[in-house]
């Protein structure tokens, strides 16, 4: 790699000479701990509205025998089709794992994309995670150096940065030559986008599959000799000036890939609830609060919200009107996590939404801007409530649950993966399933894992 490259050349060579032996062997644990928890949120993801739609599609419009597994569906379309419905599913409760410095969900969209497109050409768990290595640092070291301008612009980096690295991730399980790898990135760039207007709505579940699609669809054009500009990230009317109002701060120097890796360096922050994570400092100061109160949760006067300023750009404002707005609403997901004393799948219905505390509860909220909290890119926040005595009670989280700095454990990690499993998987199948997804480099054949995840045949 030499400092004369553009980005796509330096991206696409780095992407290729990357062997199993340069890559750490804790980032290759923490990539099987991010299968796991995606493949979790997958599957539990699959059951929702959304996802129910993308998947009905895919039945009607799709082969009736296709070779890749839809998950939670119990049948088989085309690959693209496949990657579509999975990267919805695995975003639909927004349960689905983040890094910092991107600022979005890594794992949903690469997994989604890597496992039905190893399955179409009969590859190993092996080429998979190393793939998903690639595309993990493509993305954030991209991230690290993009955000927050691309952030604060509106897009959703997971899909506006993020099918760039699920294309490179994707290229570079084909083994595609320098030529058709950068080619591929050069489509990927103009697929990019996605509007953070959407958040707390069907379409942000899309957005990961639509990354997801699109990743797969830019590697497999290119694998056949499509064509695009050698500049399409560099140049003057390029993916960084557009998106980004300007190129990575490193340059002229090499993108620093691998310079540490990004899995050991930022990590991932694997959630421990199904909502934005703009909230989870909240609600885990919120659940202290709710063992001090105990019955005297209903003589509670005023709840104060003391958040970064990164929330107020982040999160939807106002009482949500429906479930998928209260999964970004700090607002409900206080008031929930203080009535029920936690905050899981089943906090998210109708009927908790409705809950006559918790709409009492967001009607006492005010969230306000505080100095004092960390600029360390997990939201921290601290919750203060007031009773009808006048006595008051806070409690200040600076470091959420699932953070690298306080991450979850493996009985964690393995019970939200058991719970999340279980609206599709029987117990035997979900056992099963967990042990080849944390030996997932010794499968043979991805596709055993594919079938396997698809569950019985559903309407």
Known sequence: MT????????????????GTDQVPPDAFALAKKAFLDTLAVSLSGSQLDSTRIVTALAREHGPANGPCSVIGHGFKTDVLAAALANGTAAHAELFDDNNEPM?????????????????????????????????????????????????????????????????????????????????????AASMASGLRQNFGTMTMALHAGLTARDGVQAALLAEKGFLSDAEALDGRYGFFNLFAGGPPPCLPTPLPLG????????????????????????????????????IHLPEVTSIVCHVHRWNFMTLREGIPADTLRARVSLRYCVAAALRFGTLGSAQFTDDALGDPLVQKFMGLIEIRQADDLPDNGLFPAAVEVRLVNGETATVR???????????????????????????????????????????????????????????????
């Open 3 to 18: 400092h004369q490259t553009n980005s796509t050349d330096q991206i696409a060579a780095w992407a290729e000479s990357l």
């Open 103 to 187: 600022m979005s969900h890594p794992s949903a969209s690469l997994v989604s994309a890597l496992l039905p497109l190893a399955q179409s050409r009969g590859l190993g768990g092996a080429a998979v995670l190393l793939a998903y290595v690639v595309g993990f640092e493509v993305n954030v070291v991209l991230g690290r150096q993009l955000n927050p301008r691309l952030y604060e612009a509106g897009w959703h980096v997971t899909r506006t940065l993020g099918v760039l690295g699920v294309t490179a991730a994707c290229c570079r399980l084909l083994g595609l030559g320098p030529g058709p790898f950068r080619a591929a990135l050069g489509i």
């Open 397 to 459: 989280c600076d470091v959420p649950p699932g953070a690298p700095a306080n991450p979850l454990s493996d009985a964690d990690a393995g019970q939200k993966y058991r719970s999340c499993a279980s609206v599709v998987l029987d117990a035997a199948a979900i056992e099963h399933t967990r042990a080849m997804i944390l030996g997932i480099d010794r499968l043979a054949d991805i596709g055993d894992l594919c079938s396997a995840l698809e569950g019985g045949t559903r309407p």
């Open 259 to 294: 310079e540490p890796f990004e899995l050991l360096q930022s990590g991932i922050i694997f959630k421990p609830y199904p909502s934005g994570a703009p909230t989870h400092a909240a609600v885990h100061a919120t659940l202290a609060l709710h063992g001090r109160l105990g």
